[in-house]
């Protein structure tokens, strides 16, 4: 009797491991939307779409604003960012706090879209130029060349320590 009770304890378990995981996903992509929402409104500097704020220097990618940002040799932040992909969307909130903390105008951040339903051609062109093979890889650009590629996970600390070193 006791081994006929194995399967549904298996499938319960399933069931509320997923609806947990589901529930943090939808909670933070609902946060990052709502602040997306509520930047977008604003006033920017950029023609791209603010993630965080008007006075954020982490944007949607547009062209225009990445050869813009290369001609004044800030330095360029590029997260390949896919929008079925959790990680990206887990790693979202905490890329746009360490903008937000770093606050340095000479540092902008581009979110590119990486194949999926978002993606458009330059984002494409641009993905094939730094040999992107996956999403939430970082890219770091320093008087228009690369000095970093990553393909980890950061978090808001790793961001900081990270953008810090090469602004040195």
């Given at each position: ?161 990270t953008v810090r070193s090469v602004i040195q």
């Amino acid at each position: 009797m006791k081994k006929d009770f194995i399967p549904v304890i298996l499938i319960v378990f399933v069931a509320i491991t997923t609806l947990v995981i589901y529930g943090i996903m939808f909670r933070t992509e609902s946060a990052v939307k709502n602040e997306r929402n509520e930047a977008s409104s604003q006033d920017s500097q950029y023609s791209g779409v603010v993630i965080v704020d008007a006075a954020s220097p982490f944007i949607e990618f547009k062209k225009k604003d990445y050869d813009d940002a290369l001609k004044s040799n800030k330095i360029i932040i590029l997260d390949f960012y896919a929008d079925w992909c959790p990680i990206c969307r887990g790693e979202a909130p905490l890329l746009e706090k360490g903008f937000r903390d770093l606050n340095n105008p000479d540092v902008i951040g581009f979110r590119v879209n990486f194949k999926d339903t978002q993606t458009d051609e330059d984002e494409e062109e641009l993905a094939k130029q730094f040999a992107i093979t996956y999403q939430y890889t970082k890219v770091i650009l320093k008087d228009g060349k690369e000095v970093l590629k990553d393909g980890e996970v950061w978090d808001t600390e790793t961001f900081l320590s990270t953008v810090r070193s090469v602004i040195q």
